[in-house]
């Protein structure tokens, strides 16, 4: 098992930038496919983005793709989502999470460990 801590959340203007960075306090992420997921209240888990186990894949929900960069440094057991341009709409408290699919996974309910949450507020 792991234990995940979000980090890099903030208040930011819109066109701006924010690094979310995500480390296992507890166990290795090398064995997981990661995946960064928002959420605001009253709306369903969103799917952020996702990442295989080496980094050699990536995936983007349509709502940021261009505009947000996941990767991952397995030897500094971190996982990093890079959000440019960002938009009020971006606003939700962002949590990342680690599955043991083999494949990556788009779903919440397919992600078996889950961080605390980062707070991201873009102002208009």
């Known amino acids: 098992q792991v234990q995940l801590v979000e980090s890099g959340g903030g208040l930011v203007q819109a066109g701006g930038s924010l690094r979310l960075s995500c480390a296992a306090s507890v166990g290795t992420l090398s064995s997981y496919v990661m995946g960064w997921f928002r959420q605001t209240p009253g709306k369903e888990r969103e799917f952020v983005s996702a990442i295989s186990w080496s980094g050699g894949n990536t995936y983007y929900g349509d709502s940021v793709k261009g505009r947000f960069t996941i990767s991952r440094d397995n030897g500094k057991n971190t996982v990093h989502l890079q959000m440019n341009s960002l938009k009020p709409e971006d606003t939700a408290v962002y949590y990342c999470?680690?599955?043991?699919?083999?494949?990556?996974?788009?779903?919440?309910?397919?992600?078996?460990?889950w961080g605390q949450g980062t707070q991201v507020t873009v102002s208009s």
């Open positions: 999470a680690a599955s043991t699919d083999i494949y990556v996974r788009f779903s919440a309910n397919d992600y078996h460990y």
